[in-house]
């Protein structure tokens, strides 16, 4: 997949000439209930997501403070480990062993298509290839007060920061839509379901920083490359907020408009 967002419109137009040729032939295709989908991009160079980017979200954790619309800011961007945590639909959210308060936190990804650095907002757009969905699992009590005689200034800052981490934190999919397709990416319905019961509903265009933002201040910093998957926040909803969290058995499915369902079943981790 990482070859074929790289060839960029040329691979594109291929792949149109691919599947107007067979259009009509039976033998050539199958059905998509019969395929098992793998991650978007199985294995992105980078995995980066955005905290706090929905005023929503904001407003019912204690993670920031809630700026003010005149407030000059900067987005919050994280990273999680691309080659460990990327899985894809049906796959399971495995609760790992020192797993406390696993939440959910569905997400509208970004797939950078071209290489770029200093990247202007006006030109951001040009650099996606396309949108996913993605489920930003996370860790909400990692080792708090369970392995440390002393807390230090840092400690619930990184405590946040490795509970991103764990194998198979960021469920994406179910598919990869090109950017022409989805149109504005900031006029899409999302919303979660845990079991059948709405817990997130919300629409993309509520995003503090947008998709040209984002891109410009990442491009900042480190040059993107071709498969590079940034995560745009979440809004209000997640469990911690409610004071509950995913348990064996679960199912989550986060849907984003023209994208479809992210499906994973929650399981323990092995002994």
């Given at each position: 997949?990482?070859?074929?967002?790289?060839?960029?419109?040329?691979g594109?137009?291929?792949?149109?000439?691919?599947?107007?040729?067979?259009?009509?032939?039976a033998d050539?295709?199958?059905?998509?209930?019969?395929?098992?989908?793998g991650?978007?991009?199985?294995?992105p160079?980078?995995f980066?997501?955005?905290?706090t980017?929905?005023?929503?979200?904001?407003?019912e954790?204690d993670?920031?403070k809630?700026?003010?619309?005149?407030?000059k800011?900067t987005p919050?961007v994280?990273?999680?480990?691309?080659?460990?945590?990327?899985?894809a639909?049906?796959d399971?959210?495995?609760?790992?062993?020192?797993?406390?308060?696993?939440?959910?936190?569905?997400?509208?990804?970004?797939?950078?298509?071209r290489?770029?650095?200093?990247i202007?907002e006006?030109?951001?757009l040009?650099?996606?290839?396309g949108?996913t969905?993605?489920?930003?699992?996370?860790?909400?009590k990692?080792?708090a007060?369970?392995?440390?005689?002393?807390d230090?200034?840092?400690?619930?800052?990184?405590?946040w920061?490795?509970?991103?981490?764990?194998d198979?934190?960021?469920?994406?999919?179910?598919?990869l839509v090109?950017?022409?397709?989805?149109?504005?990416?900031?006029?899409?319905?999302?919303?979660?379901?845990?079991?059948?019961?709405?817990?997130?509903?919300?629409d993309?265009?509520?995003?503090?920083?947008?998709?040209p933002?984002?891109?410009?201040f990442?491009?900042?910093i480190m040059?993107?490359?071709?498969?590079?998957?940034?995560a745009?926040?979440t809004?209000?909803?997640?469990?911690?907020?409610?004071?509950i969290?995913?348990?064996?058995?679960?199912l989550?499915e986060?849907?984003?408009?023209k994208?479809?369902?992210?499906?994973?079943?929650v399981?323990?981790?092995?002994?």
């Amino acid at each position: 997949m990482r070859c074929f967002i790289e060839s960029g419109t040329v691979g594109l137009e291929l792949l149109k000439e691919l599947v107007g040729a067979a259009k009509g032939k039976a033998d050539l295709w199958r059905d998509l209930s019969s395929v098992t989908l793998g991650p978007p991009v199985p294995k992105p160079y980078k995995f980066l997501a955005l905290a706090t980017n929905y005023r929503e979200h904001i407003a019912e954790s204690d993670f920031a403070k809630m700026p003010e619309k005149e407030d000059k800011i900067t987005p919050y961007v994280f990273m999680k480990p691309p080659s460990t945590t990327v899985i894809a639909t049906e796959d399971p959210i495995v609760l790992p062993k020192v797993g406390v308060a696993i939440d959910w936190e569905l997400e509208l990804g970004v797939i950078i298509g071209r290489k770029g650095k200093y990247i202007l907002e006006a030109e951001a757009l040009d650099y996606v290839f396309g949108y996913t969905a993605v489920n930003d699992v996370s860790e909400r009590k990692l080792f708090a007060s369970k392995e440390r005689t002393k807390d230090r200034d840092m400690d619930g800052f990184f405590d946040w920061l490795n509970g991103k981490w764990f194998d198979g934190f960021a469920p994406t999919g179910p598919v990869l839509v090109t950017r022409d397709e989805i149109g504005d990416p900031l006029n899409l319905h999302a919303r979660l379901k845990v079991n059948g019961a709405v817990e997130q509903d919300f629409d993309t265009g509520d995003m503090i920083f947008d998709i040209p933002a984002t891109i410009a201040f990442i491009s900042r910093i480190m040059t993107l490359e071709p498969g590079d998957i940034i995560a745009t926040g979440t809004s209000a909803g997640v469990g911690d907020s409610q004071g509950i969290y995913l348990k064996a058995g679960d199912l989550v499915e986060g849907e984003i408009e023209k994208i479809g369902v992210l499906r994973n079943r929650v399981v323990l981790e092995n002994p």
